[in-house]
């Protein structure tokens, strides 16, 4: 895992839009939204967009934020967001590769707690958080503005 | 609405006790772990802890945080943790004015997207969020580290 570089910008939204709810909220071409995006998030010490890079190669993505916070006595939250492994690398044990590097990543920056949504069509994710301990204890509502 | 100042934190962390399930996670004491966590939301702009206040008393509170993304297509997300009505002015509408506030912040902030999680067992949180137009579509995960 290392920290996505602007020229893995291509490569990430690419992962992201190959997705069956990806499809219908990105567009494949990269840009000057995603590029913003990118620089906001490349620039703020608070967000951490990592790439699973396997001999050159990316074949995995996730934003893991960092997110301080009063509740749970002034605990630091990690937040994963944007997660996805290439299609050609599925069922290979990235995902969980990625999330076990997240969680210590999490851990050494201090956080209590990590969490994540994941869209309740996402029966085979769910299968994956419980595995890794996530316990599904809360809903997770979205506005569109 | 107006940001929190540290005179504030003592309330809120009062607020954020009283609560069944604040109850447990809470101290009702402000010890330097919660003057830590409110000096690390009030010295980055990406968060806004804000109050109500009425005539000067503290009736509500809630953190907005603004979120840098790729995904949906590089949209900035708002997130709204933390919130609370005061006991003695629960009824009175005093959520939908703090919520009516966040979103209308978010949206001049340029976010797409307003989200929050609500514990699975708020249930009447739950009818309040479906009032204001928010959608469950997601499963809500933590891990406790």
């Given at each position: 895992?290392?920290?996505?570089?602007?020229?893995?910008?291509?490569?990430?939204?690419?992962?992201?839009?190959?997705?069956?709810?990806?499809?219908?909220?990105?567009?494949?071409?990269?840009?000057?939204?995603?590029?913003?995006?990118?620089?906001?998030?490349?620039?703020?010490?608070?967000?951490?967009?990592?790439?699973?890079?396997?001999?050159?190669?990316?074949?995995?993505?996730?934003?893991?934020?960092?997110?301080?916070?009063?509740?749970?006595?002034?605990?630091?939250?990690a937040?994963?967001?944007?997660?996805?492994?290439?299609?050609?690398?599925?069922?290979?044990?990235?995902?969980?590769?990625?999330f076990d590097w997240a969680i210590d990543k999490a851990r050494?920056?201090?956080?209590?707690?990590v969490?994540?949504?994941?869209?309740?069509?996402?029966?085979?994710?769910?299968?994956?958080?419980?595995?890794l301990g996530?316990?599904?204890?809360?809903?997770?509502?979205?506005?569109?503005?």
């Amino acid at each position: 895992m290392r920290r996505a570089v602007a020229a893995d910008l291509s490569r990430i939204v690419a992962m992201l839009s190959d997705d069956p709810l990806g499809q219908g909220r990105e567009s494949g071409l990269v840009d000057a939204t995603y590029r913003n995006a990118f620089e906001s998030i490349d620039r703020d010490p608070s967000h951490y967009l990592a790439v699973a890079d396997r001999g050159g190669e990316v074949i995995g993505t996730l934003q893991l934020s960092f997110l301080p916070g009063l509740a749970r006595h002034g605990m630091w939250r990690a937040q994963i967001e944007a997660v996805r492994v290439a299609r050609e690398a599925r069922g290979e044990g990235i995902g969980r590769f990625m999330f076990d590097w997240a969680i210590d990543k999490a851990r050494a920056q201090g956080c209590g707690l990590v969490q994540l949504t994941s869209d309740a069509e996402r029966t085979g994710a769910h299968e994956f958080y419980d595995r890794l301990g996530f316990k599904p204890s809360h809903v997770g509502y979205k506005l569109q503005l």
